[in-house]
């Protein structure tokens, strides 16, 4: 009795082991000799036979692995076999590398074999309640195991999938019904089962990973957060003395760094170079003997000594690399009392279509612009509107030598390294924008802002005309109350000039 489709993984195992023993024949293994059909068939075959093969490997791997839990003690099946561990004894049996047994072994638990009931011999205290339980089985988990079972899927587009798509969330939604994440999560995998054959196993992964931040974005900005709080770089020295780094980058810095890695990368990869200084530039191109990851890393060099040097008093604001993100219009609101922009849902990468947590679009969204794309029912653009660019590269050296940088409180980034938040109402104006509303920023506190919904609003004084600037913690999530802002103040020398 079997839990599988229709076709059992031994039954489809049998089946193409017999075709493949009907093109090779029973003499030695001979393939000059097939014609293209049959040398493709034989492949596809095999491809198959291998497939429901290692389904029962992995299967059985897990189940080896069960029998062998910890809390077992010396009565478990690998232990009274003389390994410590289950992955131990299938490493031992099938010669497989232990990477390779503990994704089979979670391919197999993923399975969730049908056999529950297991004797164990072990001394009078055995009881099958130690081997732990298996499992109960969610819908769409049930569609992908029947997928991988019936073959359908190969196990690496299974964890593809399995990985991409995490746990529905539902303890995070507590006001939706409890069901309607899991059916949500059931759709997205008959959809990815039927875009698996066209796609790379990554990709199918990151399509996995763009349908789940769709389902959940709320957990968009969780993981944007852990991921931004594990970002790092560190360099050390090797025994011959040459230093290496390793970096760990946060989603928005590996958006953009990816941008400007893939445009010093483009001309070796993409369409090749047409008009009048086409040969030469494709000359130009073949000359260049470095690796691409030296040329990544000139690149890179290039960019950070750039930096270095660059003037204090000029901000990067007005050039940076393209990162495009894909927002719904419907998600940006002119919120709250204070007119502020918000963005209630999440937006997408241009390139990969990752998700982006609200608080990062809005950031974007005030220190880059927008361009609206009107479309029709049918999912057609209709219409390219004018773009919304907030403050213009003289705006912006105004606000600069205004404020003298980073006009967050403890923080001391010079002007060079921030870009310029708008305080209120842009969105509603489609972009007019006047220099009395643009503060800057650093990236980090920029992000800070909108991520965790800090405000900066303007006071003007009626009778000096003198504009303050001020920053309001985020509401209390309790009582919905704002605490008590804190003034802003320049950082420019200027502010030392006698009045
Ligand atoms: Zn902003
Ligand atoms: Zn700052």
Redesign the pocket.
């Known amino acids: 009795m079997s839990s599988f489709g229709s076709a059992s993984p031994a039954l489809r195992l049998t089946d193409a082991a017999a075709r493949v023993a009907d093109r090779l024949g029973t003499g030695d293994l001979v393939v000059a000799g097939l014609d293209d059909d049959d040398l493709l068939g034989l492949l596809a075959d095999a491809t198959e036979a291998r497939k429901a093969l290692e389904l029962i490997v992995a299967t059985g791997s897990a189940e080896v692995a069960r029998r062998s839990a910890r809390d077992l003690g010396y009565g478990g099946l690998a232990q009274k076999r003389g390994h410590r561990t289950g992955t131990g004894l299938v490493q031992q049996i099938t010669g497989l590398a232990r990477g390779d047994v503990t994704r089979a072994v979670q391919a197999g638990e993923d399975l969730a074999p049908v056999v529950s009931v297991v004797s164990v011999e072990r001394g009078a205290e055995a009881t099958d309640a130690a081997i732990p339980a298996l499992p109960a089985v969610s819908q769409w988990l049930q569609l992908l195991r029947e997928a991988l079972s019936s073959g359908r899927i190969t196990q690496a587009q299974f964890h593809a999938i399995r990985a991409g798509l995490g746990e529905p969330p539902v303890d995070r939604y507590p006001d939706l019904d409890p069901q309607f994440l899991p059916a949500a999560w059931a759709r997205a995998v008959h959809l990815l089962l039927d875009e698996a054959d066209t796609l790379t196993v990554e990709d199918l992964r990151n399509q996995a990973r763009v349908a789940r931040d769709r389902l959940d974005p709320v957990g968009v900005t969780l993981r944007f957060e852990e991921r931004f709080a594990a970002r790092s770089f560190r360099t050390w020295a090797d025994g011959s003395g040459q230093r290496h780094a390793r970096i760990v980058f946060d989603d928005d810095a590996a958006a953009w760094i990816d941008a400007m890695l893939q445009a010093a990368l483009r001309p070796r990869r993409g369409p090749r170079f047409v008009g009048a200084d086409a040969v030469e530039k494709s000359k130009a191109v073949k000359a260049d003997d470095r690796t691409n990851e030296q040329l990544q890393y000139d690149t890179m060099m290039a960019v950070l000594r750039t930096g270095a040097n660059a003037d204090p008093t000029q901000a990067f604001g007005d050039r940076q690399p393209g990162v495009r993100i894909v927002v719904e219009a419907s998600a940006i609101v002119a919120a709250d009392e204070r007119g502020s922009m918000q963005v209630t849902g999440v937006g997408h990468l241009e390139d990969g279509g990752q998700a982006v947590p609200a608080g990062v679009v809005?950031?974007y969204?005030?220190?880059a612009g927008a361009i609206p794309i009107l479309w029709d029912a049918d999912g057609r653009p209709l219409d390219v509107g004018r773009e919304l660019r907030l403050f213009s590269r003289t705006q912006r050296l105004a606000i600069g030598t205004r404020d003298g940088g980073c006009i967050w409180p403890s923080c001391s980034a010079p002007i060079s390294q921030c870009?310029?938040?708008?305080i209120d109402h842009w969105w509603e104006h489609h972009g007019r924008t006047d220099v009395d509303d643009g503060v800057p920023?650093c990236r980090n506190c920029?992000l800070r802002?909108?991520n965790q919904g800090w405000r900066i609003t303007r006071h003007r004084d009626e009778e000096t005309g003198i504009d303050t600037y001020w920053l309001h913690p985020p509401p209390d999530p309790q009582t919905g109350e704002f605490g008590e802002p804190t003034r802003l103040r320049s950082k420019s020398p200027r502010r030392f000039t006698a009045a």
């Open positions: 809005e950031k969204l005030c220190d870009e310029f938040h708008h920023l920029h802002l909108h």
